[in-house]
Nanobody, 115 residues
Framework: VQLVESGGDLVQPGGSLRLSCAAS????????MRWYRQAPGKERELVALINSFGGYKEYADSVKGRFTISRDNAKNTVYLQMNSLKPEDTAVYYCNVLYGGIGYWGQGTQVTVSS
């Protein structure tokens, strides 16, 4: 199982970013996918999840209405569209899959929201 995140950057408050997570080593289209984030000095928190076909999604209260999770099963990729970014969204963002009872993580991508 391999997960590779990309798309993180430095952005001003109110800006937007789209994160991508390319997956391999498992049948991507049959698994829930999740985005987490971890800010300095804080625990890793679940940001959003999506079911295997993309018809069910959940979001943390802190990002509802601003972030959108989606997936392209033909490309084995899950996305996180982040709009109206706030300084408190600054964190390393990770994608995650629970496969064979084990949670797999990518290396993370840094998102910094600052003026």
């Amino acid at each position: 199982v391999q997960l590779v995140e990309s798309g993180g950057d430095l952005v001003q408050p109110g800006g937007s970013l789209r994160l991508s997570c390319a997956a391999s080593g498992f049948t991507f289209s049959t698994y829930f996918m999740r985005w987490y984030r971890q800010a300095p000095g804080k625990e890793r928190e679940l940001v959003a999840l999506i079911n295997s076909f993309g018809g069910y999604k959940e979001y943390a209260d802190s990002v509802k209405g601003r972030f959108t999770i989606s997936r392209d099963n033909a490309k084995n990729t899950v996305y996180l569209q982040m709009n109206s970014l706030k300084p408190e969204d600054t964190a390393v963002y990770y994608c995650n899959v629970l496969y064979g009872g084990i949670g797999y993580w990518g290396q993370g991508t840094q998102v910094t929201v600052s003026s």
